[in-house]
T-cell receptor
Framework: NAGVTQTPKFQVLKTGQSMTLQCAQD?????MSWYRQDPGMGLRLIHY???????DQGEVPNGYNVSRSTTEDFPLRLLSAAPSQTSVYFC????????????FGPGTRLTVL | RKEVEQDPGPFNVPEGATVAFNCTYS??????FFWYRQDCRKEPKLLMS???SGNEDGRFTAQLNRASQYISLLIRDSKLSDSATYLC??????????FGDGTTLTVKP
């Protein structure tokens, strides 16, 4: 099993550009989520999904879109990048929404100039 | 006030020391509780779940006090390899997880 994979590992964008961060898992997990982590801070939830076709907003959803057309994939789209979106982005998956361990991808380090 | 608050740290301790981290949460509807470990610039990984009865895994002991909405992690006989950031995580019934900002531990020879 590859677990949770994320691409790209690093990305530099200019203000106003759009891009999609990819996330995939091969553990047949229903629950997937996207977090951002700023320096010296914990992870903040951007969007999450409890199954294919179902998504919901987390704590900091503005400026991001998600979709979940398959169980395996959960891409995060930045609509119009801003310097405030410079951060490390982690995707995670888990078997259920309550009791289960979350498995994280290696992260995408995004810089917006 | 943040929904999950941790000791700000950092904690700098010698090898062999015992160190305790504290975490409080404000949402009384929280369902499950965890400690994750994060090494520098890496993804978080589960250290242990936290149960109401308290639980132990080798040198690590986690405790939960639902009445006080308080979670703790005790590390005994600290090793150099324990140096990391420890994240307190609270799961809610709606499917959301809330992370604390983390407490950084440095164990020195």
């Amino acid at each position: 099993n590859a677990g949770v994979t994320q691409t790209p590992k690093f990305q530099v964008l200019k203000t106003g550009q759009s891009m999609t961060l990819q996330c995939a898992q091969d553990m047949n997990h229903e629950y997937m989520s996207w977090y951002r982590q700023d320096p010296g801070m914990g992870l903040r939830l951007i969007h999450y999904s409890v199954g294919a076709g179902i998504t919901d907003q987390g704590e900091v959803p503005n400026g991001y879109n998600v979709s979940r057309s398959t169980t395996e994939d959960f891409p995060l789209r930045l609509l119009s990048a801003a310097p405030s979106q410079t951060s490390v982005y982690f995707c995670a998956s888990s078997y259920s929404t309550r009791e289960s361990e979350q498995f994280f991808g290696p992260g995408t380090r995004l810089t917006v100039l | 006030r943040k929904e999950v608050e941790q000791d700000p740290g950092p904690f700098n301790v010698p090898e062999g020391a015992t160190v305790a981290f504290n975490c409080t949460y404000s949402n009384s509807a929280s369902q499950s509780f965890f400690w994750y470990r994060q090494d520098c610039r890496k993804e978080p990984k589960l250290l242990m779940s936290v149960y109401s009865s308290g639980n132990e895994d080798g040198r690590f002991t986690a405790q939960l006090n639902r009445a006080s909405q308080y979670i703790s992690l005790l590390i005994r006989d600290s090793k150099l390899s324990d140096s990391a950031t420890y994240l307190c995580v609270v799961n809610h019934n709606a499917g959301k997880s809330t992370f604390g900002d983390g407490t950084t531990l440095t164990v020195k020879p």
